[in-house]
């Protein structure tokens, strides 16, 4: 399966840009909708006030900038991190079911940030964040090097399973801890669940310049996974340094996955879905999927979470939860297709 | 001399032969055993201080009529229904294990990592935090579960019959989305409700009864013999689907068959003691190893499955500490360590997944 | 089945032969949930749940054995209580070893019962598991912790404990004197609410008054609670996003304080100072759903006669 013999899926060469732009423009709708919809009814000339005219005694403008805008953004980082990292590891692996979530990084996060409630006693998510990053990566290293093992290398099925099958571990020692620890219980329950909800400012400063190094070095790959989609040894004879390039992957992913986690707690399918929705829109070129999947997992993810905001007042539902129930139906679609496997 | 070059071969085959049955035989000898020697250390370690002379009289009360109530309950109330819980939990996972792995053709897949096992944790976690209900509500349940979510694991995987790879994908997206659910009724029950779900999710050996035994060991009388039946079409579907089909076995008529009966034996067992994580997973492999090329591998795995959860009990009753935790948090750790090996095998015979 | 005859008969003729039982008093109890025991002797090894140690130790009954919903160190209930020599048997709901259990030698498990649950504290499972060892028994958890202290000092009593012992007499008195300091502190501010919740990181949980015992006996000594609309978890709270943490205005705010971590949530969410009793630091601790005994009432009561003193009646309406 060459570059050429596929390009012809998705949209015309001339219309991308065009696409790319629309897309664009519906990230902003999105985030205009994420400020000005929520669990509380603000008025848009508040919303206006709260922006130029900042009075801290009104409670309206304190929700708009302390609550809404730091979620928003956050929102747009972690959506376009899960993303991204989706995008760049099933290009790498060439693995169409590459997806951070997948591959255990949820389960090193948790235990991660479990063993520092337990031990550290640290009670607020801001503190999450750094035990997060650690085990995301520490974890997806580990799943990724059990799935290497073997001749073929990490091949989608071994990857999925491998992942399983780490996660399932890490999660017996979280377990472990959980059952004899009800106050780290009582927290970790609702980090696991995967929201935007409670993310503040401190921890949107805490995460976005991983995320935005991680987006830089991700589109710098795009040379390099449009190399490896022709097979390792047509990329050598391009010139790409194969060994150099997977590994400089490898690095934007752990950065941009482990990130995502850290502010938002697990959320799945996200890093899964996007890539192969862009794919539609793109066919098989990285310099354009890469681009598409940073905008549309934003939409996606943001769109979820105004949804959970308003479906069961006065309460919200967490992010995690409406990604999930709209994300599995589209990765089993995913499954049923045929040429999966030929990525 | 034709009469003498043909009868040579004939002799070595069925030297090639006894070999493996009495290969055969000394491991199911040696599991049985094993499995016996530590029954009996489980019998007779615990915080209620016992004598062995006293274990022994315990067990053999009922026929000789020599009570001691105190003795009795500990040794035929409490250890006795343990020490048979991990057994017939740790067989029927074995068991479903190795069909699982057999018809998939894939050393990674079992009932606990395809999502069948996670289906029942969500139907039962409902069971908790919704219905609060305990004891044998959780285990209709969880049984429901896991058959409902293999049932649709396998309707989605269909499309113009089923192949593994599709159906181990679609286990593993089921099994996340089955995760989401509990997460999410995790955050809507009252603490001490998450507490007992969350136990139950380790899966646990605490509390058996011979009581809430029954089911699983009636499934087990029903589901045995039905397995060793269908075994026969097992080792011809082991040489793929071309060779099986040639061989006039109806594929997917057997596969459907095995798979239903490796699903009720995972539902069973998952009802009885919760979903023990990697027994399922490791009883196959550690069966296949100990036998080696020979024949059918249903009775090792089980047996194995059950030595692996008495001794994974037993490490997490007396061996970790003052807390006692429960076996699935053992025999989680246990499967990593074996998963690399397995792995690790795979890189030097290069047969990988 | 027939084990199971057999553990019971076993049981029975075990307790049949506790040495001095035939000579001992007969003792029974009418329990919470409406059962009678009757054993031939007074109990004198009690296994008991942790809300129920906390109930007895002061009132002088030492169980042998408890069983914690956690660890114990974060066992609201037992802090401050001297458990030396007490065997801990469990630390999470519904788990509990009976080995341990067994090798007490129990003659009474004493617990709660929870009528909205038709359950014993420590969950199902502990029940089932106690119960072949010893009967489980235990006070009604009903709609005030003083009557359920007073259901204590019942069982108590019948249980040898000597209720004029001075400790004792003197618990009893100080919650006398601070249960008066606290009506005459609401009295004095009658336009003052007060508003029960629990901080998550999800949002802000008003709790209702019925659910909880200690707040309405707060009620009933006339302080004013807000009772949310809608208890939509299950009749215990009512759910606000973190948007809406202003829903109610109260004048007091009353953080559930069974863990530290519920504060520092609370405090680390840019709207809890939209409730004004926060933004004032009219704020003060909630001893939700543990209080067992008058020693610790009694301090419970005076941190919050503290706080009303201090705390400005007309904040909310302001």
Same mark, same amino acid.
Request: net charge negative; hydrophobic share 50%; no cysteine.
């Given at each position: 399966m060459t570059a050429r013999a596929t390009s012809a899926t998705g949209l015309p060469p001339a219309a991308r840009a065009g696409g790319f732009v629309l897309l664009a423009l519906a990230l902003v709708v999105v985030l205009a909708l994420s400020i000005t919809v929520g669990a509380r009814p603000i008025a848009l000339s508040d919303i206006w006030n709260a922006v130029t005219a900042f009075d801290p005694a009104q409670t309206n403008h304190k929700i708009i900038l302390d609550l809404r805008l730091p979620r928003t953004l956050v929102g747009l980082l972690v959506g376009a991190a899960l993303g991204l990292s989706g995008a760049i590891l099933q290009g790498a692996t060439r693995n169409p079911l590459a997806d951070p979530g997948i591959l255990g990084i949820n389960a090193g996060a948790t235990l991660c940030v479990v063993l520092g409630i337990s031990v550290f006693g640290i009670t607020q998510l801001s503190g999450y964040v750094w035990l997060a990053f650690l085990g995301a990566g520490a974890a997806m290293l580990v799943v990724y090097l059990v799935a290497s093992l073997g001749r073929e290398g990490a091949t989608p099925v071994k990857l999925a399973l491998a992942g399983a099958a780490v996660t399932a571990a890490l999660t017996s020692v979280t377990s472990a801890i959980l059952i004899t620890n009800v106050q780290t219980l009582d927290q970790i329950r609702f980090w696991q669940v995967g929201a935007l909800t409670g993310r503040t400012t401190d921890i949107l400063l805490q995460v976005a310049p991983f995320i935005l190094a991680g987006i830089v070095l991700a589109l710098l790959t795009s040379r390099i996974l449009d190399g490896l989609a022709l097979g390792d040894d047509v990329a050598r004879g391009l010139g790409l340094k194969v060994q150099r390039g997977r590994a400089m992957v490898g690095l934007a992913a752990v950065i941009l996955a482990g990130a995502a986690t850290a502010a938002a707690g697990p959320i799945a399918f996200v890093g899964l879905t996007v890539p192969h929705l862009a794919r539609a829109f793109t066919g098989p070129n990285y310099r354009w999927i890469l681009p598409y999947s940073m905008l549309l997992a934003p939409i996606l993810l943001l769109g979820a979470d105004i949804v959970g905001r308003i479906i069961v007042p006065p309460g919200e539902l967490q992010v995690g939860i409406v990604t999930a129930a709209l994300g599995a139906p589209f990765f089993i679609a995913l499954v049923r297709r045929r040429k999966l496997a030929e990525l | 001399m034709s009469a003498a070059s043909s009868f040579a071969p004939v002799g070595a085959v069925v030297a090639v032969r006894k070999r493996l049955q009495r290969r055969y035989g000394l491991v199911v000898l040696g599991l049985v055993l094993l499995s016996l020697a530590v029954a009996s250390l489980s019998m007779s370690v615990g915080d209620y201080p016992l004598p062995l002379a006293d274990v022994l009289r315990s067990l053999l009360s009922p026929f000789t009529g020599h009570a001691d109530a105190a003795n009795d309950f500990i040794v035929l109330g409490v250890r006795l229904p343990r020490v048979t819980a991990g057994l017939l939990s740790g067989a029927a996972f074995g068991l479903s294990g190795i069909i699982f792995q057999t018809i998939l053709r894939n050393p990674l897949a079992s009932p606990d990592i395809v999502g069948i096992t996670t289906g029942a944790s969500a139907a039962a976690v409902l069971a908790i935090i919704i219905f609060k209900w305990s004891g044998l509500g959780v285990s209709v349940m969880a049984c429901g579960g896991a058959v409902l979510t293999a049932l649709l694991i396998y309707g989605l995987a269909w499309r113009n019959g089923v192949t593994p790879y599709r159906l181990v994908l679609i286990g593993i997206g089921m099994a996340a989305l089955a995760g989401a659910v509990v997460s999410y009724l995790f955050t809507r029950a009252r603490i001490m409700e998450v507490q007992e779900a969350l136990s139950w999710l380790t899966g646990s050996l605490n509390g058996s009864t011979f009581e809430n035994l029954t089911p699983l060991a009636i499934a087990l009388i029903v589901l045995v013999p039905l397995a060793a039946l269908l075994s026969r079409s097992l080792r011809t579907l082991q040489m793929g689907d071309d060779a099986a089909r040639a061989l006039g076995t109806r594929v997917e008529f057997s596969r459907l068959g095995l798979i239903l009966v490796a699903v009720l034996l995972a539902a069973f067992a998952t009802a009885a003691v919760g979903p023990v994580s990697f027994v399922a997973f490791i009883a196959g492999p550690i069966a296949r190893r100990l036998l080696g090329p020979s024949g059918n591998a249903l009775l090792p795995a089980a047996l194995v499955g059950g030595l692996v959860t008495n001794a994974a009990d037993f490490v997490a009753q007396h061996m970790l500490g003052r807390n006692q935790l429960p076996v699935g948090v053992v025999t989680g750790a246990l499967g990593a360590v074996f998963l690399i090996y397995l792995l690790a095998a795979a890189h030097r015979s290069g047969r990988g997944g | 089945?027939?084990?199971?005859?057999?553990?019971?008969?076993?049981?029975?003729?075990?307790?049949?032969?506790?040495?001095?039982?035939?000579?001992?008093?007969?003792?029974?109890?009418?329990?919470?949930?409406?059962?009678?025991?009757?054993?031939?002797?007074?109990?004198?090894?009690?296994?008991?749940?942790?809300?129920?140690?906390?109930?007895?130790?002061?009132?002088?009954?030492?169980?042998?054995? %408890?069983?914690?919903?956690?660890? %114990?160190?974060?066992?609201?209930?037992?802090?401050?209580?001297?458990?030396?020599? %007490?065997?801990?048997?469990?630390?999470?709901?519904?788990?509990?070893?009976?080995?341990?259990?067994?090798?007490?030698?129990?003659?009474?498990?004493?617990?709660?019962?929870?009528?909205?649950?038709?359950?014993?504290?420590?969950?199902?499972?502990?029940?089932?598991?106690?119960?072949?060892?010893?009967?489980?028994?235990g006070p009604i958890q009903g709609s005030s912790i003083v009557t359920l202290i007073e259901d204590y000092e019942k069982l108590a009593t019948s249980l040898g404990a000597d209720l004029a012992a001075p400790q004792v007499v003197a618990d009893k008195a100080a919650f006398g004197t601070s249960l008066a300091k606290f009506k005459a502190a609401v009295a004095a501010k009658p336009n003052l609410v007060a508003e029960p919740v629990w901080a998550g990181t999800d949002g802000l949980y008003v709790a209702a008054t019925n659910a909880s015992s200690e707040l309405l006996d707060f009620a009933s000594w006339g302080l004013k609670l807000i009772d949310p609309e809608i208890a939509d978890d299950r009749g215990y709270w009512e759910t606000l996003s973190w948007e809406n943490a202003d829903k109610y205005q109260p004048d007091l705010i009353l953080v559930d304080n069974r863990q530290k971590s519920t504060m520092e949530t609370a405090l680390a969410q840019p709207t809890w100072t939209s409730l004004k009793a926060a933004g004032a630091g009219q704020v003060t601790d909630w001893p939700a759903y543990w209080l067992r005994n008058y020693a610790a009432y009694a301090g419970a009561l005076d941190k919050l006669t503290a706080a009303i003193d201090a705390a400005d009646q007309d904040l909310s309406t302001e």
């Open positions: - | - | 089945m027939s084990l199971k005859t057999l553990a019971a008969t076993a049981f029975a003729t075990l307790l049949l032969a506790v040495p001095g039982a035939a000579f001992a008093q007969a003792w029974s109890y009418v329990d919470g949930s409406g059962a009678t025991v009757t054993l031939d002797h007074v109990p004198t090894r009690i296994i008991a749940s942790q809300d129920a140690a906390a109930g007895l130790i002061p009132l002088g009954i030492r169980p042998v054995g %408890i069983y914690a919903d956690s660890a %114990i160190a974060d066992a609201k209930a037992l802090e401050g209580l001297d458990l030396t020599g %007490i065997e801990i048997i469990g630390e999470a709901w519904g788990e509990v070893s009976v080995e341990k259990a067994a090798a007490l030698k129990p003659d009474l498990i004493v617990a709660e019962w929870w009528p909205l649950e038709n359950n014993w504290s420590g969950g199902k499972d502990v029940s089932v598991a106690l119960r072949p060892l010893a009967p489980v028994t």
